[in-house]
């Protein structure tokens, strides 16, 4: 089994649904990448930062869940990272009230020892620089690199966020974030653009409707599984890189076909995450129920179809 080192940010979100509104919840890229990851027992750690406002029962929750958290920074007198977002009434479409980066703003990543020589680095959502501050950590080449990122870093540190992309295998993005980042509306081209761009992989997201991998011309497609109920929509991405990260840290094998595979995981796991607000799905869920829902995401897209 591969170690995994995941960075991103660990949060506070507040959300607003058509079902709901919570108050200052836990969230962060960080925080849903570590609990999908922990699914599948990898020996994973969380390099992020919070402040002092940050519950320590937030921190046990992750460390419960067997993630080593040393690497999370806790800054006393500063303020942890806040994101505040409303959802539109098909949940798929979001604007985003608030970002807050408080204690990002000034944070230098320290890898933990044990960690500078994991074979698996998956750098959530922050700061291109600090992406990239984690990966220079690194003693040895890893294995597979994997990189998400959002609109807003397009928006404000475009250039930094290039730097990142020309070194990483993988990128998982949106659909609507490839269309920016390409300035193209088809996602075949988007997708050859961006591997022109460094990633031999790109993973484009589209929420309810799946996920397409992209190898040089090759393409798979996973759907996402219909849900009587989605409920709240956000950490879904980052649960989404999480399954995928984990389920390649553990089977260690980084092929096209093995990542097929991880993008059934990662769209898995995001099915659950969907179905309570943050993170509290993800807290309880048990390998049997993942394993049921595999097993209902085999009979949903296997047929078996005669060609003459
Ligand atoms: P997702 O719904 O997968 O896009 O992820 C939502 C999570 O990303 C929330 O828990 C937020 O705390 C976190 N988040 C929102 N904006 C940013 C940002 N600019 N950088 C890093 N993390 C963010």
């Given amino acids: 089994m591969s170690k995994l080192v995941i960075v991103g940010t660990v949060a506070f979100d507040a959300i607003e649904t058509p079902f709901g509104k919570t108050d200052k919840i836990l ?3 960080a925080t849903f990448i570590g609990l999908a990851a922990s699914q599948f027992n990898v020996d994973a750690a969380v ?4 402040g002092g406002d940050f519950p320590q029962e937030y921190l046990d929750l992750l460390s419960n869940k067997n993630i080593d958290i040393s690497g999370v920074e806790i800054i006393k007198e500063g303020k942890t990272f806040f994101w505040s977002g409303k959802y539109h009434n098909d949940m798929n479409t979001r604007d985003t009230l608030a970002t807050e980066l408080n204690v990002l703003a000034d944070f230098n990543p320290v890898v ?22 984690v990966l220079e950590q690194m003693e040895t080449k890893p294995k597979l690199v994997i990189l998400d990122t959002m609109n807003f870093w397009m928006d404000c540190a475009l250039e930094e966020l290039h730097n990142v992309i020309k070194k990483v295998d993988v990128i998982t993005i949106n659909d609507e974030e490839a269309r920016q980042l390409t300035h193209e509306y088809s996602l075949v081209v988007a997708a050859r653009k961006i591997h022109e761009m460094g990633p031999k992989y790109v993973v484009i997201k589209k929420g309810e409707h799946g996920a397409l991998l992209f190898h040089d011309d090759n393409v798979f497609y996973a759907p996402a599984l219909p849900l ?5 929509p ?9 399954g995928f990260a984990g389920y390649l840290a553990k089977t260690e094998d980084v092929s096209f076909e093995n990542m097929k595979n991880a993008v059934i995981y990662g769209s898995t796991l995001a099915s659950f995450c969907v179905e309570k607000f943050g993170t509290e799905r993800m807290t309880d869920l048990k390998s049997n129920e993942v394993h049921q829902r595999l097993e209902q ?9 005669e060609l003459t």
Wanted: aromatic share 10%; charged share 15%; net charge negative.
């Fill in 27 to 29: 969230g962060g890229a």
């Fill in 47 to 50: 390099v992020s930062v919070v």
């Fill in 112 to 133: 933990p020892s044990d960690y500078k020589n994991a074979e698996v680095v998956m750098l959530g959502n922050l700061h291109p620089i600090v992406q990239l501050g």
């Fill in 228 to 232: 009587e109920e989605v409920f709240d």
């Fill in 234 to 242: 956000t950490g879904a991405g980052d649960t989404f890189a999480g």
């Fill in 297 to 305: 995401f085999k009979s949903l897209t296997q047929f078996d179809i």
